[in-house]
């Protein structure tokens, strides 16, 4: 009797009228936002604009998700093109089978385009956005769950995962791989965040960090799986790739870290010269309003003066003063001064 396991979902799909809600793509979707959500803070963090991770995702999501079934049906190609298969399930994307491998490498051809139209550097836009793409396939890793794929060797242990019997698979108690790999992502995100901010990473070695330690986990869980696989030398197709990727991300760390020492200071050119531009323009304005009668400040000045000045109409006992005098009485005036003093 099996005390405790993780029961699979009965179906993969719901259906709301017409329109049916598959887990798998829910799973997909969900990993999408939550990587466009850190990873626009995190180029906000480094001195991005706000809604620039957004705009070179609309080139980098189709492309990751079209690189990602690419890589699936090349690799798995006797599910779909073998006597008695219909190659037409090949574009069935909602049910299953996204190689990460192609949707990481087409991926980043569609975020270099993106880039390239922004003026954006690639490697501190990979930077950025490296544990978000982590945590998007933690939680796409779900969708395997969902369509109860992708287990591992049958096993006892209190966390197996329970699969139905099925096209292709035998009802039984197997490693839950899926949680496996969501787990050991959700630790890659948290690595590569901390890594960033203890070692100030740039130039694209944050996103190596999150490659080299995502290989490292997929190669021990791949060899868990018991769903058929290429095997070369006695190992999945999909170990080696881990095995080979992995060492390319150390060397490209290695390298990039003695050749680019530190972190980019400008990660968005057009940003940091609109800045300048704005400085630059009330720099002038301010030094136009301290010219010589050219400014509002000298009006208020003289204004001010003129104000302060005394009144030149009257005296104090409320007389014109002698300057403001006719002519005739100033000559009156002098006459009595000179006669005045018998």
Known sequence: MDL?????????????????????????????????????????????????????????????????????????????????????????????????????????????????????????????IAPGIVLAQAVGRWGNWFNQELYGKPTDLPWALKITAGANREAGLYHPTFLYESLWCVGVALLVIWADRRFTLGHGRAFALYVAAYCAGRGWIEYMRVDEAHHVLGLRLNVWTAIVVGLLAVVYMVISAKVRPGREEIVEPKKDADEKAAKSADEAEGTSTDTPGGGADEAADEDAAVSAAPDRKTDADGDAPADDAPDSAKDAADNGAGTGGR
């Open 4 to 128: 405790a396991y993780i029961p699979s979902p009965s179906t993969g799909v719901i259906h709301l009228g017409p329109i049916p809600l598959r887990g798998y793509a829910f799973c997909i979707i969900i990993g999408v936002f939550v990587a466009v959500w850190l990873g626009n803070k995190r180029w906000i963090a480094r001195g991005g604009t706000a809604g620039t991770v957004a705009d070179i995702a609309v080139w980098a999501v189709p492309f990751g998700l079209v690189g990602g079934r690419l890589y699936h049906v090349i690799t798995d190609y006797q599910l779909y093109f073998s006597e008695g298969e219909n190659w037409v399930d090949a574009f069935k994307i909602w049910e299953g089978g996204l190689g990460i491998w192609g949707a990481i490498a087409l991926g980043a051809v569609g975020a270099w385009i993106g880039c390239r139209r922004r003026g954006i550097p690639l490697p501190a836009y990979a930077d950025a």
